[in-house]
């Protein structure tokens, strides 16, 4: 079972829709979950961090977080073509081989907007 | 401030040859870590230092790979010798501190032949 759970799309929405991404993890032990943006041929960015249940809203980023269901999700209002991109999942996950734990990151999920 | 710097971008090798990837992480982050990104995939750690400790290498295929991080700044990864399934993006990631906010370097494209 993978770790980090991601739909991989491609997401399409119209340009001014939300869209909504979404992933679900493994750890019931995870307490830092974060989304990354990835545009093609760049390198990952942070773009989001949530540490506790509930909604966490940075301008047109929303970031939700269920531990009792191992979910979160990111919604992204009024979507941009700007905003094409892939969305990675990263989830604190602890990695027994290690004994500590890893940043583990979703395959991501490619979202496309349409003007 | 200047952000995580990673040399080269591009490296073409045939196989068996070796390689290695250098990166300087941004100033004051104890924290640094190499993955790799394989198309369509998600970045996979390959190890994690904090400070000159590499504290997490459990991922690192220790056969062929080797890494370093000298005085605690620049890391450098090492791949010899390479195999066609090493191609892939190595990226170079440091934080404050622990696994936690990364910023990333532009990261190194290997292809090997």
């Known amino acids: 079972q993978k770790e980090v759970e991601q739909n991989s799309g491609p997401l399409s929405v119209p340009e001014g829709a939300i869209a909504s991404l979404n992933c679900t993890y493994s750890?019931?032990?995870?307490?830092?979950f974060f989304w990354y943006r990835q545009y093609s041929g760049k390198s990952p960015e942070l773009i989001m961090s949530?540490?506790?249940?509930g909604d966490k809203e940075d301008g047109r980023f929303t970031a939700q977080l269920n531990k009792a269901s191992q979910y979160v999700s990111l919604l992204i209002r009024d979507s941009q073509p700007s905003d094409s991109a892939t969305y990675l999942c990263a989830v604190n996950i602890l990695a027994s081989g290690a004994g500590s734990y890893q940043l583990t990151f979703g395959k991501g999920t490619k979202l496309s907007v349409i003007p | 401030e200047a952000g995580v710097v990673q040399s080269p971008r591009y490296k073409i090798i045939e196989k068996k040859q070796p390689v290695a990837f250098w990166c300087n992480p941004i100033?004051?982050?104890?924290?640094l870590y190499w993955y790799r990104q394989n198309l369509g995939q998600g970045p996979e750690l390959l190890i994690r230092y904090e400070n000159e400790e590499a504290v997490d290498d459990s991922q690192l295929p220790k056969d062929r790979f080797s890494a370093e991080r000298l005085k605690g700044v620049d890391s450098t990864l090492k791949i010899q010798p390479a195999e066609l399934g090493d191609s892939a993006v190595y990226l170079c990631?440091?934080?404050?501190?622990?696994?936690?906010?990364?910023?990333f370097g532009e990261g190194s494209r290997l292809t090997v032949l």
């Open positions: 750890d019931r032990g995870s307490q830092s």
């Open positions: 100033s004051g982050h104890n924290t």
């Open positions: 949530i540490y506790s249940n």
């Open positions: 990631a440091s934080s404050f501190s622990g696994p936690g906010e990364l910023f």
